[in-house]
């Protein structure tokens, strides 16, 4: 069917058809939820296994390697991340991405039932969770009460706040920071237990009998009821009198042979705001919910809590939901701006406002439609679909301005607009049909990359075509009824005449056309030289974006305190604040690992973060340079090691060194390092994996344990006890009415000083109180902190912040260190992290715009239905690659992920402007023309419309080109490639693709030619019925 006929024929059910798309639209925008990036299931599964008291070597050898075997063995399994601490092994699988996130899940949990009989019977449960891509926080809040301590405050955000904030749609998870917990301990001395004959397990055992609620099972009378004997103990100082079986029978009162005190745990996390302790809390976002909408709802909740109870303050520290909202609000702005801009250059070049206003149509009703698929795709306004619309809006005018070009030109007074409008349309189709389709085919691939790429640019992919297509159907279907409605006649003689501009330019082709050798060599020598500049381009991975904060690690080494990290947190602080620049600085030390059954073990009190919000108000600095001064300034402190972590892919980098030999890879990995501190743009460079920590070995005697009637088991509960106390999982607990709260045993600190303190203490025995030194070997030694293994071997990872040098550079020059080329057979280097993603996503690209360039030979071959007029519009392509690498260089810009956006881009614009010039050409060759007059004449006619399109797209460019937003810097890299290859490319194609269209037509000879525009246009309202369209 001839659409565009239909359409004027048919005008009510084309106007109905948009109107209910435009209304879908609205619809669908107002229910897709705003993101920063996109929901994505990564095919990602995490397994935590425990075994309270065991080292990391410990489990290396009998948990981590056999469950990293039985994994092994799971299809699709990509990559393995271990990391062994004490008591934890955590193993990260990441499966290729057609792997369904469900079905690795329970794959997973086979195989780690079916090794579950060859672990150790010690271990708790093994945990097997997704990793899902939207459990990051989105706002951090510190909550005060001028009456409550700190230990009511902790209960009180647990108990209450969190149900609170988990009542409020949309909230995936709540978690309180900072903060302490409350503990009954009980502490003995072991020379009065060894006096009664009894031991720390019996009195625990002896507690959990006594103190917990138990079923006594059922009656049935008139009506079942069950049994229940609860215990009678509600506080503490109950504990006292709680009488305790001793081995002849007797009975002991525990308040006789412990002290009993109710108190809080130790300290494992310290939160402080401004170097004030505070307790806070942190909010997750559910799976499909808008992030801004949920961070308002969340402070209304808070708001009138506070108001209720007035003696709270609770403030919010952070949010990442304000950099959401602004690249939202600079997308929106941005969009409306490439508008208007756009709209200005269709003016300057048509004069007339009827045909502009018709033209700016077609950029709301393409967009409307596209909304509306949008949210039936299941897309939210995130990062990736607002960067295709800004893309595209340029785009979106570039059909109507064609059709109403070439209307304007039809339009004559022998025939009615409405004919003439038929006869415009009919002509011009092909070309439009061909140039839209060529987008699509060319973003299209986008959205069908393989790996984390294609999960992320899907949506990009499929935006931007639906886009481009909704605005074809538009100017197909509602432009040429418009311009019949509205358009007025003008003489015709004004679209006849040539301007000074048109003679002058055919007389430049016609001089081409006779140097045609000169021209293609002079052409080839641009892309050659383009090409030649690619090695002087910085080549990264994703623009750093400024998010207004800075965020800084630090670790000090190993066996220091909270107090030490206290300190250094102290120092960072005072130093930073110094600076002048600092809004609210917001810290975090130490932090709490998760175990299984809901045990916890104290996290490294040595490590920590400092999230430095930077001033909003008066002077602003970027957060690039605040990061430079940062990183100079933490020089001059000592005692710790200190890197930023990232906010965003690409800012660091990151080499795994992976062996069988530890000797091996730490002395590789400590020459790497020193050689890395001295590249220029690297700073803080550090290892994972190169520590040691100081540990105190005990070696029982075999023989001489035997005879006193003690096991290694026993020795090592002894001396947990006179350490640390009791693991909590296996903690009796006293119940309150509205918490439980754990028992904790332990010997007096008096007992725990040294290591000869330990060797002097005393072993509870069938035989009496025996010294540890006498029965054990004890020594200092030292052990792992930790160990890394990767897909199974031990790694070490070294990382280094990027300063002023992009990600790519930054692998390239690591990669030619003496330490690296020269590395042993038994080391091995792998990519992973950034440089692993970065080095997908180039791939990528290059697979989407290779497959893009195939389709659209596929589709312009059948088209044109000639194999040798596609290759000659293709030629385009490298034309705009050149431009697009000259702008990098003057924009000093990186040729990273949106350049590489832009580039795709580019070659659908090109393909699209030499099909104008082609498609016209091939028609005055029908009329009887030679090849050189008909590619002149097609030129000279299609000049106007391509100059135009060409003017609106890098008008469109414009906002996003020079960032008239507070951040811009991921879309800036993109902007400029495209507004560099689209100024060149034009400019070329303007006089290369006539050349090679002629240099393909054997003998032609060069002739200047005016064709009778009169005639041309009676031929086209004869042969109207006989052009085929959509």
């Known amino acids: 069917m001839k659409l565009a006929t239909w359409s004027l024929s048919n005008p009510i059910p084309s106007a109905m058809f948009f109107f209910l798309l435009s209304i879908a639209g609205v619809w669908g925008f107002n229910q897709m939820p705003l993101q920063n990036l996109p929901d994505i299931d990564l095919p990602t599964v995490t397994i935590t296994i425990s075994q309270p008291g065991a080292t990391p070597s410990q489990l290396e050898a009998q948990v981590a390697r056999k469950a990293e075997n039985a994994l092994a063995a799971i299809q699709y399994l990509k990559h393995m991340r271990t990391s062994i601490s004490d008591g934890i092994v955590k193993i990260d699988c990441e499966f290729e991405i057609q792997k369904q996130l469900t079905d690795a899940l329970i794959e997973t949990k086979d195989a780690i039932e079916r090794i579950r009989p060859e672990l150790p019977l010690t271990i708790q449960a093994p945990v097997v969770k997704a990793i899902l891509a939207s459990n990051q926080p989105i706002v951090t809040y510190s909550i005060l009460h001028s009456d409550m301590d700190e230990e009511s405050l902790s209960w009180f955000v647990d108990n209450t706040i969190s149900k609170l904030i988990s009542g409020v749609s949309g909230v995936g998870r709540f978690e309180r920071v900072g903060g302490v917990n409350r503990e009954i301990k009980i502490t003995f001395d072991p020379v009065v237990l060894a006096s009664l004959n009894l031991s720390p397990a019996e009195i625990s055992n002896s507690i959990k009998r006594n103190i917990q609620d138990t079923n006594a099972g059922r009656i049935s009378g008139q009506s079942e009821q069950s049994i229940r004997a609860t215990a009678s103990l509600q506080q503490a100082n109950q504990l006292r ?137 299941g897309f939210s306004l995130n990062s990736i679909t607002l960067l295709a619309l800004a893309m595209v809006i340029g785009i979106l005018i570039d059909d109507a301005i064609v059709e109403i070009e070439n209307i304007d030109k039809h339009i004559t007074k022998k025939h009615s607009i409405k004919f003439a409008v038929e006869v415009a349309v009919n002509d011009i189709a092909l070309a439009v049909i061909a140039t839209s389709l060529a987008l699509i085919v060319v ?396 080095a997908e996503l180039g791939h990528g690209f290059k697979m989407a715009l290779i497959m893009g360039v195939l389709g659209l030979y596929c589709l312009l071959a059948i088209l044109f239905k000639d194999f040798i007029q596609p290759i000659i519009i293709l030629c385009a392509i490298p034309l705009s690659l050149g431009g697009a690498l000259i702008a990098l260089v003057i924009s000093d810009s990186m040729l990273c992920l949106p350049s590489m956006i832009g580039i795709i881009m580019l070659a659908g614009i090109a393909t699209k402007n030499s099909i104008l010039i082609i498609e016209q050409a091939e028609k005055y060759c029908r009329l009887g023309l030679d090849p050189a007059s008909a590619a002149i004449e097609a030129c000279v006619k299609r000049a106007k419309p391509i100059i135009m399109t060409s003017c609106a797209m890098i008008a469109g460019m414009l906002p996003i080109c020079f960032g008239f937003i507070d951040d811009s810097a991921f879309r800036k890299p993109m902007a400029f490639a495209v507004i560099g290859g689209l100024i060149l490319s034009t400019i070329l194609c303007l006089f290369f693709v006539p050349v090679l269209y002629a240099y393909s037509k054997k003998n032609y000879s060069v002739k200047t030619v005016c064709i009778d525009k009169e005639k041309e246009n009676e031929e086209n309202f004869k042969a109207v019925t006989s052009i085929k369209t959509i």
């Open 241 to 377: 009198d709680l009488p305790v079986s001793l081995p002849d029978g007797n009975l002991v009162v525990l308040g006789q042979i412990a002290d009993i005190e109710d108190v809080t745990a130790d300290r494992s996390q310290l939160v402080l705001l401004q170097g004030e302790k505070v307790v806070a809390f942190k909010v997750y976002r559910a799976k499909g919910y808008d992030e801004s909408i949920l961070a308002d709802e969340v402070e209304k909740t808070l708001q009138n809590f506070v108001a209720a109870h007035p003696a709270f303050t609770i403030q919010r520290v952070h949010s990442n939901v304000d950099y959401t909202r602004q690249q939202y609000e600079g997308s929106m702005r941005m969009i409306y701006e490439g508008i208007i801009l756009s709209l200005i250059v269709v003016f300057i070049f048509l004069r007339d406002i009827r045909s502009t206003l018709i033209s700016a149509v077609a950029i709301p009703l393409s967009i409307l439609p596209t909304f509306a698929v949008m949210h039936w795709f």
């Open 443 to 838: 973003f299209l691939p986008t959205a069908l990359m393989p790996g984390i790429s294609g999960l992320f640019f899907r949506e990009f992919g499929w935006t931007a075509s639906v886009a481009v297509f909704a605005s074809l159907l538009v100017a197909r279907m509602i432009i040429p009824l418009m311009a019949a409605t509205f358009i007025k006649y003008q003489p015709s003689h004004a679209h006849e005449k040539y301007g000074k501009l048109q003679i002058v330019y055919s007389k430049w082709l016609t001089a081409c056309l006779s140097r045609k050798r000169l021209l293609v060599v002079a052409f080839f020598t641009i892309f050659l030289f383009s090409l030649i500049m690619v090695p002087y381009i910085p080549k990264g991975f994703i623009p750093e974006p400024d998010k207004g904060y800075v965020s800084i690690n630090f670790e000090l080494q190993p066996g220091s305190t909270i107090s030490d990290s206290e300190t250094i947190e102290a120092a960072v602080r005072k130093k930073i604040m110094s600076l002048g620049f600092a809004d609210t600085i917001f810290s975090t030390i130490g932090g709490i690992q998760s175990g299984t059954r809901g045990a916890k073990f104290a996290g490294e009190v040595r490590k920590g973060n400092i999230i430095v919000l930077l001033e909003k108000n008066g002077s602003t600095i970027a957060q690039m340079e605040a990061e430079k001064l940062i990183s100079i300034a933490l020089k001059e402190i000592a005692g710790a090691r200190f890197g930023l972590a990232q906010t965003s892919p690409g800012g660091k980098l990151t080499l795994i060194l992976t062996s069988e030999s530890s000797a091996s890879i730490k002395e590789a990995a400590t020459k790497i390092q020193k050689e890395l501190r001295m590249v220029a743009g690297l700073a803080n460079v550090s290892s994972m994996g190169l520590l040691d920590k100081p540990e105190i070995a005990i070696r029982p005697n075999f023989n001489l344990i035997a005879n006193v009637g003690i096991s290694t088991d026993h020795i090592a509960e002894t001396i947990r006890l006179l350490t640390i106390g009791q693991y909590e999982e296996l903690a009796p607990r006293l119940y309150f009415e509205d918490r439980q709260v754990p028992i904790q045993l332990q010997f007096f600190k008096s007992s725990r000083g040294t290591i000869n303190d330990l060797k002097n203490f005393p072993i509870i025995s069938p035989h009496g109180l025996v010294p540890l030194g006498t029965i054990a070997e004890v020594e200092q030694i030292s052990g792992p902190v930790s160990i890394d293994r990767y897909d199974r071997k031990r790694y070490i990872s070294i990382s280094a912040d990027l300063i002023d040098l992009p990600l790519g550079d930054a692998l390239e020059k690591a990669l030619q260190l003496p330490s690296i080329i020269s590395l042993p057979s038994n080391v091995n280097l792998v990519t992973g992290g950034d440089e692993e993603t970065m």
